[in-house]
């Protein structure tokens, strides 16, 4: 697997960059959902699940929501993995 400088791989080799992340969250609780049908009211959800259940929700600075069917354990530690590679590379 590449990877690309400031960049998220959120699975099925779609990505969202680092910098505009405001938080990832579990897509299980109540008001998450709410907040996912009002994005999709408004033209803000992107769905990047392939077909899977949606396991994270991202939210970005642009207010946009991004669907994952990753963990957000596991988009953490991809996330984690790259800025510690960034600091060994220096």
């Known amino acids: ?9 959120i699975g099925y080799n779609n990505t969202v960059s680092k910098n505009k992340v405001v938080a ?28 899977k259940k949606t396991n994270s929700v991202i939210i970005t600075d642009s207010n946009h929501v991004v669907l994952s069917a ?3 354990e596991t988009l953490s530690l ?9 600091k060994r590379r220096r």
């Open 24 to 51: 990832v969250v579990n897509a299980d609780t109540a008001p998450i959902r709410r907040l996912k049908d009002q994005a999709r009211k408004e033209n803000r959800l992107i769905d990047a699940t392939n077909g």
């Open 78 to 86: 991809r996330a984690g993995k790259n800025l510690e590679s960034k």
């Open 1 to 9: 697997m590449k990877s690309y400088q400031g960049l998220l791989n």
């Open 70 to 72: 990753l963990s957000p």
